[in-house]
């Protein structure tokens, strides 16, 4: 032990000695069919991108069991779990969780406290909101994959407040003081993470700013092999998303209609979908398709002259998938997809350009500058995709457990 605080610098517990022995002889090599795992998400309502990162850790992890506060997924729905079921906590059986399990949002603290993963040798938490506050103990290894910091009880706790309607009066303070302990329980909570992983630098920067913690970044997995690069483009825009208000759709929209000579189709449905057919019913050149199979979704990406897409995201799964067809995209510069999307005056690299106001009339000058810039190379937009592959996500995340299991105390030093 002294030896090895000679060689290091750094000042080992017995304990800590112990667990590294132990981890190294489950993990040397690094099997990870040789670890009991636990996987704990949020919930398991639908399959979006952070449920496509869950099917990944499972393909890395296949023996692992699954916990989530709530699990509302059809038969048919789970084949990306493998068909099985996540343990649930008590919201699962609260009223109408089904349909309202997240006005049960300042019962989730205490509800992911009272999973027992005591049995588990490793802990993966893939954490939007309150995932990564489950309880481990010191001869465990706690990693969280972070989407992002729960957002509305950050930075975008006003903007949340807002367009929740919770300005003013009693449910106001309310919720503002359900923020407010929330904040207290996520930052103490973040002790009991080992490591950190996160989803892109800018959910990184945001980490550190929250919890004070470095952050590996891991770019979520894409699945490039299911599209396919196209070279000859039609002359059409493709607008693609859920329609939720900080995804700007109506926005595309607004612009477009101004642009009459510019088609544009538009695929995605949810709470905004009644506002974009109203914005669009005047415009001819606008075409909204609604919600579409992903395989007609992929149709349009392929044969799309470009992509645009005007939210500010942690990663951006679509301008990626969008990338993979061939299709350069036009994007609002913040957040993730400056980090998939490469903006140069080099037709060899560039796959797209940035908008840097959530405006109408920014989105009409990014189209005309896209226009005027000539040359978007598919095979460079393809090239860039694959760096954001399954097969690669696997790969990192491998790498990243390795590496923690391998250090003394089973934590980042």
Not at 1 to 28: P, W, Y
Not at 172 to 186: C, P, V
Not at 304 to 311: E, I
């Amino acid at each position: 032990m002294v030896a090895l605080q000679a060689c290091t610098g750094k000042d080992f517990r017995a304990s800590d000695f112990t667990l590294h022995k132990k981890l190294n002889e489950v993990i040397s090599p690094f099997d990870s069919t040789k670890m009991k795992v636990a996987i704990v998400h949020e919930w398991f309502v639908n399959y979006a991108g952070s449920e496509k990162v869950v099917e990944e850790i499972l393909k890395v992890f296949p023996q692992a069991d699954l916990f989530a506060l709530v699990d509302f997924l059809a038969d048919d729905e789970r084949g990306f779990l493998g068909g099985r079921r996540a343990r649930t906590s008590f919201i699962q059986r609260l009223p109408k969780a089904r349909s309202a399990f997240r006005n049960y949002l300042p019962l989730m603290p205490l509800a992911i406290e009272q999973f027992d993963l005591s049995a588990y040798d490793l802990v993966i938490s893939s954490n939007h909101a309150v995932a990564k506050g489950v309880i481990t103990g010191p001869g465990q290894v706690h990693i969280s994959y972070v989407h992002t910091p729960i957002r509305y009880a950050w930075d975008l706790q006003h903007q949340y407040l807002r367009e929740s309607g919770l300005e003013k009066g009693i449910k106001a303070w309310i919720a503002r003081l359900s923020l407010h302990y929330l904040r207290l329980w996520d930052s103490r909570t973040a002790h009991g993470v080992d490591a950190f992983l996160a989803n892109s630098k800018y959910v990184a920067r945001r980490i550190r700013k929250t919890y004070g913690r470095d952050s590996k970044v891991v770019y979520p997995p894409v699945d490039i092999a299911r599209f396919k690069m196209r070279t000859d483009k039609e002359d059409f825009y493709l607008a693609a998303s859920r329609m939720v208000a900080y995804k700007r759709m109506p926005m595309i929209v607004e612009a477009f209609a101004a642009m009459p000579k510019r088609q544009l189709v538009v695929i995605g449905d949810g709470p905004e979908l009644e506002r974009v057919k109203a914005l669009a019913r005047d415009a001819r050149n606008v075409t909204v398709l609604g919600y579409q199979r992903t395989d007609v979704l992929a149709d349009y990406m392929e044969r799309a002259r470009a992509f645009v897409f005007a939210a500010e995201e942690d990663f951006g799964i679509a301008p990626v998938e969008a990338q993979a067809c061939g299709t350069p995209v036009i994007a609002y510069g913040a957040g993730g997809v400056r980090e998939t999307v490469i903006s140069s005056t080099n037709p060899e690299r560039r796959t797209g350009l940035f908008f840097h106001k959530q405006t109408a009339e920014a989105v009409r000058n990014a189209v005309y500058e896209f226009e005027a810039a000539g040359e978007f190379r598919p095979e460079s937009c393809r090239a860039n995709a694959e760096q954001f592959s399954v097969e690669k996500f696997r790969q990192e995340l491998r790498q990243a457990v390795g590496q923690l299991l391998a250090t003394p105390g089973g934590r980042e030093q």
